[in-house]
């Protein structure tokens, strides 16, 4: 009787003992599963990150553009923007336009507009639009409160091909005109459009509508628009210049280098190196007496450019004149 009492508790203890094993190997497996599925989330925001680098640095050279700051994640899954300005630089185009100051440009429909900093605008079939075609939105000079898409020029008065805005944000056409006394033409410059900029109280958070379009986030509030005067809160408008995008190369490269340090401590493996590009013999010589920087191909039947290397013959013995000192 008291043998079957300690097997019974032997069993209890050994059942015991497997149940907590197999509950700690349940724990263990949930945790191991939790480290991967953290360790994929943590290699997918990387690469991410690393896409925001490449992004910004495809589009240095996009007038308007601007760059993402990669280390910097929001909630709704993408890259805080960088709202530094860029630099100005003239052109030779009078449409062209920048702004100084943190305003944006309207284009597209006026109930649904799309906001840039790009500045590109030239006239199509009339109207100024900007380089995806899409029209350049403001104001005319009889409507001040109505936004309203650049006009379409009439072809009932005889224009100029001048076309230029001011500061402020004012396109001016110098029509010619016909003076009915003299009969005499005569030049006059009229104001016809007045463009509107938009400012934003978060423009960091807004998102991207294309490269250089934008629109508003949930967290980048309503957009203010209006005219340059009479406040100048929203930047002026530099004619004839462009900005350039605000990506700083070398701290793209910086923020690639740390971010591909750290895939690699993550455990991502490695790129495989690049093949080393096949030899490729010259074919050009340089002529007797000639300058060394202008060089000249080789005549297609030249010896020069397939001779095989000769070779001496290797002697094997050494005689007593070989090694006599001359």
């Keep these: 009787m008291k043998h079957q009492r300690l097997m019974a508790a032997l069993f209890i203890l050994l059942g015991t003992l497997a149940t ?14 939790d ?12 690469q ?4 925001e680098c490449f992004h910004n640095l495809r589009n240095q050279f996009t007038p308007g553009f601007r760059g993402s700051q990669p280390l910097i994640w929001l909630d709704q899954g993408r890259a805080q923007i ?48 900007d380089s995806l075609g899409r029209a350049l939105l403001g104001y005319l000079p009889r409507q001040p409160g109505q936004l309203v898409a650049f006009p379409r020029q009439s072809p009932d008065l005889v224009y100029s091909t001048s076309l230029r805005f001011d500061e402020t944000g004012v396109a001016f056409r110098d029509l010619v005109r016909c003076d009915p006394v ?41 957009p203010s628009i209006g005219p340059v005067l009479p406040h100048l809160t929203r930047g002026v408008v530099v004619p004839g210049s462009l900005e350039l995008a605000n990506v700083d190369f070398n701290q793209q490269a910086l923020w690639l280098g740390a971010l591909r340090s750290q895939a690699g401590l993550l455990g991502e493996p490695a790129p495989p190196p690049a093949a080393p590009a ?23 039947t030249s010896p020069m450019r397939a001779r095989p290397l000769q070779l001496a013959p290797l002697k094997t013995t050494l005689t007593l004149t070989d090694l006599a000192v001359r």
Aim: include cysteine.
């Design 48 to 51: 991410a990150m690393r896409e």
């Design 35 to 46: 480290s991967r599925r953290e360790l994929a989330a943590a290699l997918a925001r990387n």
């Design 182 to 222: 003299t009969g005499q033409p005569y030049t006059e410059s009229v104001p016809i459009f007045t463009l509107a900029l938009a400012s934003f109280p978060n423009p960091q958070l807004l998102v991207r509508c294309g490269e250089t379009g934008f629109l508003p986030g949930g967290q980048s509030g309503e």
């Design 20 to 33: 907590g094993w197999r509950m700690g190997e349940a724990h263990a497996a949930s945790q191991r599963a």
């Design 278 to 300: 096949p030899y490729q013999a010259p074919a050009h010589f340089m002529m007797p007496g000639a300058d060394p920087l202008q060089l000249a191909p080789f005549p297609p």
């Design 82 to 129: 960088d709202t530094r300005q860029g630099q100005i630089f003239a052109t030779q185009t009078p449409t062209f336009l920048a702004i100084n100051g943190p305003g944006f440009f309207l284009v597209g429909p006026p109930e649904a507009p799309v906001y840039t900093r790009d500045g590109r605008f030239t006239l199509r079939e009339g109207v100024l639009c």
